[in-house]
């Protein structure tokens, strides 16, 4: 049943790519190299473009293209970059004469054509605004912030229009210096003429990636097939066509930097879109690094997804925890408050775990991501019975996850004795009920109590075994029959000095 589940999915992932990439072939224009401003700029081609993207929001942008360089100072515009970049980080050096082409100055240049900027720039002229109701206003623009339109016309009147209301606003042409997208641009002096293929490597935020894990549970809690999946998220202002992707799972210390322009983007959720070739993982540093070994196009809005991991048959098992005690944060000061450490929790976790090793079945790194499980129910179809995020955890490690509260499962904590016996010593009991309603399943249940009075602390008799978990936690653990009760008690007495 797993592998027709599986079968179906994949099936029905090629169709939606498909559809998705007929769709782009139909939708998306051809991009235009075309320099955006008055001024002259080198003719240029485009060579291809590198991104490496980490898990906490940015990418490195490497690009390379082919400029046709006069002899003496050249103007290179950069077009089709990320609104969001940081332009501090920018690098741009020429390959095919690296010593005898000089970078004189660079500039970033966002200052973009929409509705706000030409009404900046036509201040004191004339201007043509038509409402809704197809009022035509003609005169000289006296301001145009705070959504407002002030006219001044003819006959001297000035007039205030809504620029929510106005259906059409004319102005006699296109200002200079006004660009439709964000444009780095060079003044490079060459020492000879011809085509150079140049370097651009510059950081960006608004792209991230994060990885999905798609986790079947067999019936009887015992094995679990699992599939992973990168979803790269690119909201920089910026497409990347045929790009290499690379992608660094780890946590890389950066000082964020003032991004000079942040635009802000609703997202728009692609089809996912499968590797026909797995992702490629190695170690670099002390970090992961996976490469998707096809060109892929990064689209700006763009939710993207690509299989990278998957596992069959991998050893699992699922238990129940009983966790009522209050929280550990330190032994700051001797606690006496004879209320303390009482919850009133009576839910019962429940836990799924298995290992990433290769003995266990798996044999991968699992990038930190969201994890979703699911089981199949008796016609077939899989249900969802939980899921949750895991942090970065490399092969050889084990993975826990809680997935909800069991139903028919029900602890109860109680307070039975408390004393102070002296100015350094109090005791305290505890009596833990953990009743099993299911009909044929015995379970077991894990029950971590936390002895956070003081540090000083001794076990003066239990009614079960346990374990000493650290120095702060010991757990018992108790099989429950079905339609039983199970009563753990425990004394614990606490010295601290006065």
Same mark, same amino acid.
């Given at each position: 049943?797993?592998?027709?589940?599986?079968?179906?999915?994949?099936?029905?992932?090629?169709?939606?790519?498909?559809?998705?990439?007929?769709?782009?072939?139909?939708?998306?224009?051809?991009?235009?190299?075309?320099?955006?401003?008055?001024?002259?700029?080198?003719?240029?081609?485009?060579?291809? *473009?590198?991104?490496?993207?980490?898990?906490?929001?940015?990418?490195?942008?490497?690009?390379?293209?082919?400029?046709?360089?006069?002899?003496?100072?050249?103007?290179?515009?950069?077009?089709?970059?990320?609104?969001?970049?940081?332009?501090?980080?920018?690098?741009?050096?020429?390959?095919?004469?690296?010593?005898?082409?000089?970078?004189?100055?660079?500039?970033?240049?966002?200052?973009?054509?929409?509705?706000?900027?030409?009404?900046?720039?036509?201040?004191?002229?004339?201007?043509?605004?038509?409402?809704?109701?197809?009022?035509?206003?003609?005169?000289?623009?006296?301001?145009?912030?705070?959504?407002?339109?002030?006219?001044?016309?003819?006959?001297?009147?000035?007039?205030?229009?809504?620029?929510?209301?106005?259906?059409?606003?004319?102005?006699?042409?296109?200002?200079?210096?006004?660009?439709?997208?964000?444009?780095?641009?060079?003044? *490079?002096?060459?020492?000879?003429?011809?085509?150079?293929?140049?370097?651009?490597?510059?950081?960006?935020?608004?792209?991230?990636?994060?990885?999905?894990?798609?986790?079947?549970?067999?019936?009887?809690?015992?094995?679990?097939?699992?599939?992973?999946?990168?979803?790269?998220?690119?909201?920089?202002?910026?497409?990347?066509?045929?790009?290499?992707?690379?992608? !660094?799972?780890?946590?890389?210390?950066?000082?964020?930097?003032?991004?000079?322009?942040?635009?802000?983007?609703? %997202?728009?959720?692609?089809?996912?879109?499968?590797?026909?070739?797995?992702?490629?993982?190695?170690?670099?540093?002390?970090?992961?690094?996976?490469? !998707?070994?096809?060109?892929?196009?990064?689209?700006?809005?763009?939710?993207?997804?690509?299989?990278?991991?998957?596992?069959?048959?991998?050893?699992?098992?699922?238990?129940?925890?009983?966790?009522?005690?209050?929280?550990?944060?330190?032994?700051?000061?001797?606690?006496?408050?004879?209320?303390?450490?009482?919850?009133?929790?009576?839910?019962?976790?429940?836990?799924?775990?298995?290992?990433?090793?290769?003995?266990?079945?798996?044999?991968?790194?699992?990038?930190?991501?969201?994890?979703? *499980?699911?089981?199949?129910?008796?016609?077939?179809?899989?249900?969802?019975?939980?899921?949750?995020?895991?942090?970065?955890?490399?092969?050889?490690?084990? *993975?826990? !996850?809680?997935?909800?509260?069991?139903?028919?499962?029900?602890?109860?904590?109680?307070?039975?004795?408390?004393?102070?016996?002296?100015?350094?010593? %109090?005791?305290?009991?505890?009596?833990?009920?953990?009743?099993?309603?299911?009909?044929?399943?015995?379970?077991?249940?894990?029950?971590?109590?936390?002895?956070?009075?003081?540090?000083?602390?001794?076990?003066?008799?239990?009614?079960?075994?346990?374990?000493?978990?650290?120095?702060?936690?010991?757990?018992?653990?108790?099989?429950?029959?079905?339609?039983?009760?199970?009563?753990?008690?425990?004394?614990?007495?606490?010295?601290?000095?006065?």
């Amino acid at each position: 049943m797993r592998a027709r589940f599986f079968w179906i999915f994949s099936i029905v992932a090629l169709l939606l790519v498909s559809l998705s990439l007929i769709a782009a072939q139909e939708a998306t224009p051809e991009a235009t190299e075309t320099p955006e401003t008055d001024e002259e700029s080198a003719e240029m081609t485009r060579n291809g *473009v590198s991104v490496t993207i980490y898990n906490q929001g940015s990418a490195l942008i490497q690009d390379r293209r082919t400029f046709t360089f006069a002899a003496g100072e050249n103007v290179i515009n950069f077009t089709d970059v990320a609104a969001t970049i940081d332009a501090t980080s920018v690098n741009f050096k020429s390959l095919t004469d690296p010593i005898g082409t000089m970078v004189m100055e660079q500039n970033y240049v966002f200052d973009l054509v929409d509705t706000s900027a030409l009404l900046a720039r036509y201040i004191d002229q004339v201007i043509v605004v038509t409402m809704m109701d197809g009022t035509v206003y003609t005169g000289t623009l006296l301001s145009g912030r705070n959504g407002s339109i002030i006219l001044q016309q003819d006959n001297g009147e000035v007039v205030v229009l809504s620029a929510a209301q106005a259906r059409d606003v004319r102005f006699p042409q296109l200002p200079s210096g006004l660009i439709t997208r964000p444009t780095l641009r060079w003044q *490079v002096f060459a020492g000879q003429a011809g085509e150079q293929q140049v370097e651009l490597t510059y950081l960006a935020s608004g792209m991230g990636w994060t990885a999905d894990y798609n986790v079947l549970l067999a019936q009887g809690n015992q094995s679990l097939d699992l599939n992973g999946w990168v979803t790269l998220t690119n909201t920089s202002g910026a497409a990347y066509r045929d790009a290499q992707v690379k992608l !660094i799972a780890g946590d890389v210390n950066r000082i964020m930097p003032e991004v000079l322009r942040v635009a802000e983007f609703e %997202m728009d959720m692609a089809v996912p879109a499968a590797a026909p070739e797995p992702v490629q993982q190695r170690e670099f540093f002390e970090y992961q690094l996976y490469e !998707i070994p096809r060109p892929v196009t990064v689209g700006d809005n763009e939710t993207k997804q690509v299989e990278f991991v998957s596992g069959t048959n991998i050893a699992a098992k699922t238990f129940f925890v009983y966790d009522a005690s209050a929280p550990f944060y330190g032994y700051f000061y001797v606690n006496t408050d004879q209320y303390y450490n009482q919850t009133g929790i009576t839910t019962i976790g429940n836990y799924l775990e298995f290992s990433t090793a290769e003995e266990s079945g798996l044999g991968a790194d699992l990038p930190a991501g969201r994890m979703r *499980v699911y089981q199949q129910d008796i016609d077939g179809a899989p249900l969802l019975i939980g899921e949750n995020q895991i942090g970065h955890t490399p092969e050889g490690e084990d *993975v826990m !996850i809680y997935l909800g509260n069991a139903f028919d499962l029900v602890g109860e904590r109680t307070q039975t004795g408390f004393r102070l016996i002296s100015d350094t010593v %109090m005791q305290e009991t505890f009596e833990i009920r953990l009743r099993n309603r299911k009909e044929t399943e015995t379970v077991e249940i894990r029950v971590p109590e936390r002895l956070s009075r003081w540090s000083n602390w001794e076990i003066l008799n239990a009614s079960m075994e346990y374990t000493q978990l650290d120095s702060a936690t010991i757990e018992f653990v108790a099989r429950v029959e079905p339609g039983a009760e199970v009563v753990i008690t425990y004394t614990v007495q606490y010295s601290y000095p006065r």
